[in-house]
Every structure is written in structure tokens, then in C-alpha cells.
């Protein structure tokens, strides 16, 4: 009995914390000016799933398939990149399937623009979902794991990238996020 109180409090917690986090992101979006910097897509992508390895562990693994075509530097501003690839990355994760989890992440780099996609085999998104989630506070499930922040300070971060961002999903098969974002030249 003493263990369930615990995990709840360290659940709690960990929500809260997350939260305080997603506010910080925001505000910190919404402020500061857009910084030019040479980007490496394959560390990037490991260091986000690194650190998010504990962050939403529930015990199953996640396989991940990377695939990556960048020859140089592709030249944007990393924190925003950050941010947006541990939130899009964290849903997959949060949200997986209780079978055989994957998450896939292609990106390929072409003419100074990067387009990736993150897709997941996971429980998907209800369609009549779909056109409010970028909205503050929004969620599509009522599961208590998310704010509703994530998916809009990804939205804002890509605007203040100048790039684009289109989600495709269907409950019970997955959902594919797609991104455009321009070089920062």
C-alpha cells in the first residue's frame, strides 16, 4: 500500500514538473530571438531520446528506426529543434502501443530545407480530434497524461521557424507527424 502512495506521488510529481517545464518552453519561445547554429539531425535525435528514456519509462521498450541523409550542417536553432523533437518524440513514447512499440524518424536535408518525419505505431489520434490539436490546453484523450501543451508550443516553435507541420493518424494504427523547416540562412 505504501509502495501505490508513493508511485503516485512520484506520477504526480513527474506531471507537475513536466508541466512547469512545457510553460518555461513557451515563454521562452515567445521571447527570444530565433539564434543560428550549425545542427547535427543523428545526435540531436539520440540526445532527445536519451533523455527521455526515464522521463516516460512504463517499463516496455521502444524500438527506434533513424534514419538520417544530411551530408553538412544544416544551419537553425537548436533549442527550438530540441524542443520540438522531445515533445513530438515524448507523445510516441507516452502513447505507444502495448505490443510491439516503434518509433521512426527520417530526415533528410535538401535545397536549405529539412523534412522530417516521426511516425509510431501507437494508439492514434480520433479524427474529429485532429483539427484542435495545436490549440492551447487542448488534449484528445482524457488518460491525465498530458497538458495540452505540448503539440502547441511545437506548433509555435515551428512558426517562429518559418517551417510547417502536417499530422496524419488513426486510432489503433499510428501516427505520422511531418515537418518542413527552412534553413536559417
Not at 120 to 130: P, V
Amino acid at each position: 500500500m505504501k509502495d501505490m502512495y508513493l508511485d503516485m506521488i512520484n506520477k504526480s510529481a513527474l506531471q507537475q514538473d513536466h508541466f512547469i517545464k512545457e510553460i518555461l518552453d513557451q515563454s521562452r519561445n515567445s521571447r527570444l530571438e530565433v539564434k543560428r547554429e550549425p545542427i547535427q539531425f543523428e545526435p540531436l535525435i539520440e540526445e532527445t531520446f536519451n533523455q527521455l528514456k526515464f522521463a516516460t519509462s512504463t517499463g516496455k521498450s521502444v524500438e527506434r528506426v533513424i534514419n538520417i541523409q544530411q551530408d553538412a550542417p544544416f544551419f537553425c536553432d537548436r533549442w527550438r529543434l530540441k524542443v520540438i523533437l522531445n515533445n513530438i518524440i515524448s507523445n510516441a513514447i507516452r502513447y505507444r502501443n502495448g505490443r510491439d512499440p516503434v518509433i521512426k524518424v527520417h530526415v533528410a536535408i535538401s535545397q536549405n530545407l529539412a523534412k522530417l518525419a516521426i511516425e509510431d505505431n501507437g494508439k492514434g489520434i480520433e479524427k474529429e480530434h485532429l483539427p484542435n490539436i495545436y490549440k492551447m490546453f487542448y488534449r484528445a484523450t482524457d488518460d491525465g497524461a498530458g497538458s495540452g501543451l505540448g503539440l502547441y508550443i511545437v506548433k509555435e516553435a515551428i512558426d517562429k521557424l518559418n517551417g510547417h507541420i502536417n499530422i496524419e493518424s488513426e486510432v489503433g494504427r499510428g501516427t505520422t507527424v511531418q515537418l518542413e523547416i527552412p534553413e536559417i540562412i
